[in-house]
């Protein structure tokens, strides 16, 4: 394939390992980008690298955009903007969006583009390349095109640039307003002005009139009173500020931030934000990484610091997924909504946590695999489960296996169904609603969340029918229960919290946990079923992510992004292929109401 054919900014990589995406950062905004080039692998498959380039161009087209609005592009149309930006000043909220609000914002957001435009062209050390700059206003108008047509993905996209234009002159949304349709709806006022500006500019380029004269009263802060004298914002008070605003449904990730920023603060020390440094990123990351697994433990018992205990030598230390997948990613998550809410009042724009690992621990660990037939045999068929299925108060331990078993869901999937609505039957298929949706008759204590952010109805395998599930269920709807396990309690909305860690300490009494295959991976808890049912699914030729939730993707991840799968897949269509699933294991039937719905 010759080059000449390839999008813009794609080429051949050097090393003969498929495409790559590059892109020089303009000089002008070099400084807030914090590199000179963008560049990522595209793989090896052409056309999904293509697609690939051409969402990166976009992407990075927003980046430099939005680096000049921070940097240069500045209306300079009133002396109550530029004071907006002072650290000693309150930002005005604004707790209802109005016609003459959008109104001033759009005369502001053409006057900040128009703006920005000038000072690149006067203040840059080369002649703008007019082609290019075309092309540059032509992808960027067509993302705010999409946003303009209410394209969820690219109205979202324009959220930072948003926040920065208000805050440079002198506003803020109030709480309530953030995540509703008001923010979205002037989202996607803020992308129509920037195409409008878009379009003015691409007249001045091309020697043409501008297609309309913008004549508005630009955004005004109604009375700008300095704020009593203060400090300036310092880390503390931005990581608290960061941990009290995390979204309540990601409780695993708001662990991860709540243990590593304030490791953070701790080896770097607490400090104005205007003085957080490169330095003090790459000393932290530097330093965690020779930090001993489970190292909170060992502080807690001999009551050393993060850097003594550092300073120890160790025989194992951090593993590479750790360090890149909770270290790393937490610390870039904060300094990402730190330049998006803080670099206003001195927050620095160019940290990154690219800081290489040095360990030695780079294979994948503690990866679970498949249960074989025996093992099966031997989760259902023993002294224990003889007790429990037999017991009314301990059968609902049985039906969690049970169903992770052949739904081979997450276990918070499965433990925030609703017995009141989140199944049914329909033209003699029984079937499960995954789902993150409230409904009518929610359970207060359960934040439901799915993981992939798209819900699913999958129907129930014949043994869990033969063995009674629909009749359990309806049992419980007529309890009035609200979740599938009433006997355990929610964890921070988390239904499946308490059931987690009930599996892996089963596993544990019947000596199932632990053991491990030839490459290394064992069996561990719950997520060991979702590899039982797809690798037994495939073992019989069968592909089952669609029952288990995961995606099944094509060649063309954007294509994949636009489809509607309930009409690709149907419901009997899942039947055949569930049909397939046969672990060679027949259940025992529990005790309770043993499927008298499903007789």
């Known amino acids: 394939m010759d080059e000449i054919t390839m999008p813009q900014f794609m080429s051949k990589n050097p090393r003969g390992t498929g495409y790559q995406f590059r892109r020089g950062v303009p000089a002008d905004v070099r400084t807030s980008i914090g590199k000179r080039e963008f560049k990522l692998a595209l793989g090896g498959n052409f056309q999904v690298a293509s697609q690939r380039c051409r969402e990166l161009a976009v992407e990075t087209d927003r980046q430099i955009a939005a680096a000049r609005a921070s940097n240069t592009s500045q209306p300079v149309v009133t002396g109550e903007a530029r004071q907006a930006s002072a650290p000693n000043v309150l930002l005005t909220e604004v707790h209802e969006i109005d016609s003459d609000f959008i ?8 006057e900040q583009v128009r703006h920005g435009d000038k000072n690149q062209r006067y203040r840059g050390r080369e002649a703008i390349n007019v082609p290019e700059k075309l092309q540059e206003i032509e992808r960027i108008r067509n993302w705010a095109a ?16 948003l926040t920065s234009t208000l805050k440079r002159n002198g506003y803020q949304l109030a709480q309530a307003l953030r995540g509703s349709q008001e923010e979205r709806m002037l989202l996607i006022e803020y992308a129509s ?3 409008d500006a878009l379009d003015t500019l691409e007249s001045e380029y091309l020697g043409k009139n501008s297609p309309a004269a913008f004549s508005g009263m630009t955004l005004k802060r109604p009375a700008l009173e300095p704020a009593p004298t203060q400090d300036v914002l310092r880390l503390s008070a931005a990581i608290n500020e ?11 990730v708001n662990e991860k931030h709540g243990f590593v920023l304030p490791a953070f603060l701790e080896v770097v020390g607490d400090m104005p934000i205007t003085e957080l440094r490169q330095s003090h990123v790459k000393d932290f990351l530097l330093t965690v990484q020779k930090l001993p697994p489970r190292w909170s433990e060992l ?7 993060i850097r003594l205990l550092a300073s120890q030598e160790w025989p194992e230390t951090l593993a590479l997924s750790t360090y890149e997948g909770t270290y790393c990613s937490s610390l870039r998550t904060f300094i990402k909504r730190g330049v998006a809410d803080w670099q206003d009042v001195g927050f620095p724009t160019a940290l990154t946590t690219n800081i290489s690992y040095l360990g030695s621990r780079t294979k994948v660990e503690r990866k679970q695999r498949a249960l074989r037939t025996h093992e099966i045999q031997s989760i259902f068929f023993n002294s224990r489960m003889e007790k429990i299925v037999r017991s009314p108060e301990k059968v609902h331990k049985f039906w969690l296996l049970a169903i992770e078993l052949y739904t081979g869901a997450r276990v918070r999937e499965i433990c925030q169904l609703n017995p009141q609505y989140d199944w049914g039957e329909k033209n ?3 079937w499960l609603r995954i789902t993150d949706e409230v409904g009518a008759k929610s359970d207060p204590d359960v934040i439901k969340s799915v993981k992939t952010g798209k819900p699913r109805t999958i129907p129930m395998h014949a043994e869990l029918v033969r063995i009674g599930l629909p009749g359990y269920l309806e049992s419980l709807r007529k309890k009035g229960a609200r979740r599938l396990f009433p006997s355990w309690a929610p964890t921070q909305g988390d239904a499946g919290a308490a059931p987690g860690k009930w599996v892996a300490n089963y596993l544990r009494s019947i000596g199932i946990h632990g053991v491990a295959n030839e490459l290394g991976n064992a069996v561990r808890g719950s997520h060991t079923f979702r590899h039982t049912l797809l690798t037994h699914g495939r073992k019989n030729s069968v592909n089952l992510r669609c029952i288990s939730g995961h995606h099944e993707k094509s060649d063309n991840e954007v294509a994949d992004g636009y489809e509607d799968e309930t009409m690709l897949l149907k419901l009997a269509d899942m039947v055949v292929r569930l049909k397939e699933l046969n672990y060679g294991v027949m259940l025992p039937v529990p005790a309770g109401p043993a499927g008298s719905l499903a007789k």
């Open 146 to 161: 999409m946003a303009r047509n209410g394209d969820k993905i690219a109205v979202e996209g324009w959220s930072g640039m």
């Open 103 to 110: 109104a001033k914002l759009h005369t502001t957001v053409i």
């Open 299 to 305: 502080r807690k018992r001999d009551n050393k610091s």
């Open 428 to 430: 003699g298929i029984w």
């Open 242 to 252: 960061f941990l009290a605003n995390l979204p309540p449904e990601k409780r695993s």
């Open 193 to 195: 002005a920037y195409r």
